[in-house]
Structures are given as structure tokens and as C-alpha cells.
T-cell receptor, first 120, second 112 residues
């Protein structure tokens, strides 16, 4: 149990286009989902915390108008990188924390496999 | 000062060696602690949770020292497959929920 999927797994796009990344908890409900970004040889950087049905909380330095997060259900959160530029090229990873009633450890984050974004 | 600090390494050890990593955290109100393993170009995978009483899972032992604000991971009888980056994660309360903070990771290379 506790599987998280991400789609797409990789994407290449032109500068100026928008890219949507989906994060789904497949066999449990997630109260909270986290979005991270990781540049080569660097640590995971938390971008935002997303709670179902409410606005995401963005970390300092992350532009909320550029990285749109929607968490419409307990199993799906989306991250849209708007007007992507080459400097947005990175490995984007989501993680999910289970609800109390899901039967899964609520203190642990379960990670998706990540989405590798390359902006030309 | 970073909230969660780890020695980035790399730690280069022969097969069969015992290796230990430390991770320090600055928020004394931190609630829970974990070690994750991340292979190159892959997502992090939970290795083990860390409790005050210490916990062991096969060749891996994790310990938490709240007084000194650090956690440790000990790997005995290292295998080639243990080569990876080990991430320390600290959960702290924020805005009514837990906010995770990752360390930068410690790179381990196990060679024949």
C-alpha cells in the first residue's frame, strides 16, 4: 500500500509554455501533499504544502503565480508551471501524507517517482 | 544556520565496512525524524523512522538524541547496493500540520 504516482514522468517543452504535473495517491487518501524541486546534486527543496480544499502554502522565494497548485480531492494534487523558462528545468517530486482514517502511517511521507522537466 | 545539516560526504567505504552518518537539527520542537534513501535520479524512499529509544532494522540502526539535537544512522556490513544518498528528514509543527525539512543528504559509495 501507500503508492503515489506522478504524471508525466518526464516532459520537454518550449520556453513560455505551461506544464501541468499530476500527483495521485493510489491506494490511500492524502490530507496533505507536498511539492519539491531538486536540482542536480542538491537537496530536495520544499516548494509548497497543499491541503485538500484549501490554498497551498508556499515556501519563501517560491512564486505562487508561477507555480499553481490545485488540490481538489484527497487523492489528487496538480502543479502547473506557468510560462516555463530554462531555469525551471528540474526534478519535481510530490509526496503525500495519509489521512487518519486511511489505515496508513500518517507521520510518513510517501513520494511519487518524480517528473523531470526540461525547458528548451 | 541551516535547519537540518548533514555532512555531504561522499563516504567511500569498502564492502563489509561499518559506516555512520549524523544529522543535526536546529528546531528543538521538532516532532518526528526519518532517514530516507535516494538513488541517483530517483525519488526518496523511506528507510526507517527514528525514535528516542533507537531502532534497528537488519544492518541499519537509527538513533535520536534530543538533548544534543541530532540523529544518526549506522550501517553495518556495507553492501555495494547500499551506495546511495541518505537523507535526514525532520518534521516540525507549523500552521497546524507537520512541515518536513530535508537535509542535503550524505552520499555513500561502497566499493568492492
Amino acid at each position: 500500500g501507500a503508492v503515489v504516482s506522478q504524471h508525466p514522468s518526464w516532459v520537454i517543452c518550449k520556453s513560455g509554455t505551461s506544464v501541468k504535473i499530476e500527483c495521485r495517491s493510489l491506494d490511500f487518501q492524502a490530507t496533505t501533499m507536498f511539492w519539491y524541486r531538486q536540482f542536480p546534486k542538491q537537496s530536495l527543496m520544499l516548494m509548497a504544502t497543499s491541503n485538500e480544499g484549501s490554498k497551498a502554502t508556499y515556501e519563501q522565494g517560491v512564486e505562487k503565480d508561477k507555480f499553481l497548485i490545485n488540490h481538489a480531492s484527497l487523492t489528487l494534487s496538480t502543479l502547473t508551471v506557468t510560462s516555463a523558462h530554462p531555469e525551471d528545468s528540474s526534478f519535481y517530486i510530490c509526496s503525500a501524507r495519509a489521512t487518519l482514517t486511511s489505515g496508513v502511517n500518517t507521520d510518513t511521507q510517501y513520494f511519487g517517482p518524480g517528473t523531470r522537466l526540461t525547458v528548451l | 544556520r541551516k535547519e537540518v545539516e548533514q555532512d555531504p560526504g561522499p563516504f567511500n567505504v569498502p564492502e563489509g565496512a561499518t559506516v555512520a552518518f549524523n544529522c543535526t537539527y536546529s528546531n528543538s520542537a521538532s516532532q518526528s525524524f526519518f532517514w530516507y534513501r535516494q538513488d541517483c535520479r530517483k525519488e526518496p524512499k523511506l528507510l526507517m523512522s527514528v525514535y528516542s529509544s533507537g531502532n534497528e532494522d537488519g544492518r541499519f540502526t537509527a538513533q535520536l538524541n534530543r538533548a544534543s539535537q541530532y540523529i544518526s544512522l549506522l550501517i553495518r556490513d556495507s553492501k555495494l547496493s547500499d551506495s546511495a544518498t541518505y537523507l535526514c528528514v525532520v518534521n516540525s509543527r507549523g500552521g497546524g500540520s507537520y512541515i518536513p525539512t530535508f537535509g542535503r543528504g550524505t552520499s555513500l559509495i561502497v566499493h568492492p
